[in-house]
């Protein structure tokens, strides 16, 4: 199994309606991140939680929420999803200043 | 704002010879920086870091080099494999507690056969 799993792999929806996108972790590590990719781009910054009960905002957090439901879990909330939030998302973690780990993306079409 | 940047967005290698891919960056209180492959459809991953008190350092075919006079970062592969084909980015931390990375835009690497 992944050190990251991020689910779905690949999702189309409609503008408005509210999306959640899963990561889940086995390497132990408290610091989650969400990050967006677009093309030619490099990755920014959307939120990172140091832990369950610490989350915190990143470059890019407008129209975008999140949840740490266990050490293990971070979801990524679309709530009313637009056709500029069509992107590459990743999820990773990390327990030091660089070395991070990443899961293989969730490709989000907004239509 | 602080940003790291890349000198080239693509680099065309023939296969066997060696690669070096550079990259700019502009916050000198940045302490920590990190190299990162990304093949296509697939998460970043790992290669090699460095820290700021560090000028060289080597891995399995990949050698880092920093210069802090002139806030410049590169990565070499040598004897580049098809393998290798991927898109390159740097990433620097500031060294505080937040581990936050500032992400360059990225260099694609062509293999030629």
């Known amino acids: 199994d992944a050190d990251v799993t991020q689910t779905p792999r690949n999702r189309i929806t409609k503008t408005g309606k509210r999306i959640m996108l899963e990561c889940s972790q086995t390497k132990g590590h408290d610091r989650m991140y969400w990050y967006r990719q677009d093309p030619g781009l490099g990755l920014r910054l959307i939120y990172y939680?140091?832990?369950?009960?610490?989350?915190n905002k990143g470059e890019i957090s407008d129209g975008y929420s999140v949840s740490r439901q266990a050490q293990a879990k971070f979801s990524l909330s679309l709530e009313s999803a637009i056709p500029n939030q069509t992107a590459l998302y990743f999820c990773?973690?990390?327990?030091?200043?660089?070395?991070?780990?990443f899961g293989s993306g969730t490709r989000l079409t907004v239509v | 704002g602080e940003s790291v940047g890349l000198h080239l967005p693509t680099l065309s290698v023939q296969e066997g010879d060696n690669s070096i891919i550079n990259c700019a960056y502009s916050?000198?209180?940045?302490?920590?920086f990190i190299w990162y492959k990304q093949e296509s459809g697939k998460g970043p991953q790992f290669i090699i870091d460095i820290r700021s008190n560090m000028d060289k350092r080597q891995g399995q075919r990949v050698t880092v080099l920093l210069n802090k006079t002139v806030k410049h970062l590169s990565l070499q592969i040598a004897a580049t494999q098809p393998g290798d084909s991927a898109v390159y980015f740097c990433?620097?931390?500031?060294?505080?507690?937040?581990?936050?990375?500032?992400w360059g835009a990225g260099t694609k690497l062509i293999i030629k056969p």
């Open positions: 990433a620097e931390n500031m060294g505080d507690s937040n581990y936050q990375l500032i």
């Open positions: 916050n000198s209180a940045s302490d920590y």
């Open positions: 939680s140091f832990d369950v009960k610490d989350i």
């Open positions: 990773a973690t990390g327990d030091g200043p660089g070395g991070y780990t």
